[in-house]
T-cell receptor, first 112, second 113 residues
Framework: GNSVTQMEGPVTLSEEAFLTINCTYT??????LFWYVQYPGEGLQLLLK?????DKGSNKGFEATYRKETTSFHLEKGSVQVSDSAVYFC???????????FGAGTILRVKS | EPEVTQTPSHQVTQMGQEVILRCVPI?????FYWYRQILGQKVEFLVS????????KSEIFDDQFSVERPDGSNFTLKIRSTKLEDSAMYFC???????????FGSGTRLTVV
């Protein structure tokens, strides 16, 4: 079946540090890949997505590239801020209208 | 920007009681979902709904659960007889036909006591 594996957290960084959160997946076919962010006490917000191999999703300084050869979709940001502190979820979907399969989530804490 | 609206934001109920969680998806979306997140754990798929019927459901979605779209705008999740382990955050989501994007509501925190 489909699954998503994320690096375990929490990840604690100082402001302006470089961020990488690893995500790998197992899926049949060619899934679409997503990063969602959950700020404290809030719901899930789509951060970025990529729908085919070698696509790069980007938003708010975050980037992730769909790597089919390594089945990965790692999240990166060059310089994190305290306001980026949240839980980040990697997810996949096999087709339009199909369910999302989530990773376990990675807590990011950014200290000033 | 269009939103998925969920009510209530927090519900406390006694074990064995029925609860109905309500969602108003984005108006031109055709696919609807319920997910849940037990505190500190991953987000789990419960059920998807398309064309007025369930298109997929998980093992969690047993006979105690049901979904309905009673009036063309609301999308409800009913838990017939709640258990302590049903305590979780429940998220509604919707997506547009032919597009890879899911919009989530802000969730209902259900506490079963």
């Amino acid at each position: 079946g489909n699954s998503v594996t994320q690096m375990e957290g929490p990840v604690t960084l100082s402001e302006e540090a470089f961020l990488t959160i690893n995500c790998t997946y197992t899926a049949t076919g060619y899934p679409s890949l997503f990063w969602y962010v959950q700020y404290p006490g809030e719901g899930l917000q789509l951060l970025l997505k990529a729908t085919k191999a070698d696509d790069k999703g980007s938003n708010k300084g975050f980037e992730a590239t769909y790597r089919k050869e390594t089945t990965s979709f790692h999240l990166e940001k060059g310089s994190v801020q305290v306001s980026d502190s949240a839980v980040y979820f990697c997810a996949l979907s096999n087709s339009y209208g199909n369910k999302l399969v989530f990773g376990a989530g990675t807590i990011l804490r950014v200290k000033s | 920007e269009p939103e998925v609206t969920q009510t209530p934001s927090h519900q406390v109920t006694q074990m064995g009681q029925e609860v109905i969680l309500r969602c108003v998806p984005i108006s031109n979306h055709l696919y609807f979902y319920w997910y849940r997140q037990i505190l500190g754990q991953k987000v789990e798929f419960l059920v998807s709904f398309y064309n007025n019927e369930i298109s997929e459901k998980s093992e969690i979605f047993d006979d105690q659960f049901s979904v309905e779209r009673p009036d063309g705008s609301n999308f409800t999740l009913k838990i017939r007889s709640t258990k302590l382990e049903d305590s979780a955050m429940y998220f509604c989501a919707s997506s547009e036909r032919g597009k890879h994007g899911y919009t989530f509501g802000s969730g209902t925190r259900l506490t079963v006591v």
